[in-house]
């Protein structure tokens, strides 16, 4: 068995849940943040056997598409001033980053 961990775009989440839910793929979905951009993502989880990791792949790969981002500056008022960029930058975001990790022991009770 196997664990996916894939990092989506929000704009991309319902869609790819409707597709996961279509495909009798259970998944969690948590709302995250990206360490960079600090804006909001969603992390799906999804547990499943090792032969359906491939088609979970192949759903999460359809379902989410790469966008460009600019990213404003937010001045560091008294913060932490390490990640501070003084200038706007356009970054290509995702379609997804995806971890597949094996899964030691699986437990539903
Ligand atoms: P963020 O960390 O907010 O990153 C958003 C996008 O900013 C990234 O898109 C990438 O294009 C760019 N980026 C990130 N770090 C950068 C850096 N140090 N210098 C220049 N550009 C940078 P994606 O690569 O598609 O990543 C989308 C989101 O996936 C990330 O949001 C983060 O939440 C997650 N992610 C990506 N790689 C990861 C990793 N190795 N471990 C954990 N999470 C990851």
Same mark, same amino acid.
């Given at each position: ?5 894939? @990092? &989506? ?10 597709? =996961? @839910? #279509?495909?009798?793929?259970? *998944?969690?979905? =948590? *709302? ?16 499943? #056997? ?15 598409? *790469?966008?460009?981002?600019? &990213?404003? +500056? ?6 932490? *001033?390490?990640? !501070? @960029? +003084? !200038?706007?930058?356009? @970054? #290509? &975001?995702?379609?997804?980053? &995806?971890?597949? =990790? +094996?899964? #030691? ?5």
């Amino acid at each position: 068995m196997k664990l996916i961990i894939a @990092v &989506v775009q929000d704009q991309d989440s319902n869609r790819l849940s409707k597709a =996961l @839910v #279509e495909n009798n793929f259970r *998944a969690t979905k =948590l *709302a995250s943040t990206g360490g960079f951009l600090k804006s909001g993502n969603t992390t799906f989880i999804i547990g499943t #056997e090792d032969i359906r990791v491939d088609r979970a792949l192949q759903i999460i790969k359809d379902n989410c598409r *790469a966008r460009d981002q600019l &990213v404003s +500056p937010v001045s560091p008022m008294g913060g932490n *001033a390490d990640s !501070y @960029v +003084p !200038y706007p930058v356009e @970054v #290509e &975001v995702g379609g997804a980053t &995806v971890f597949v =990790l +094996p899964i #030691e022991q699986f437990l539903h009770f």
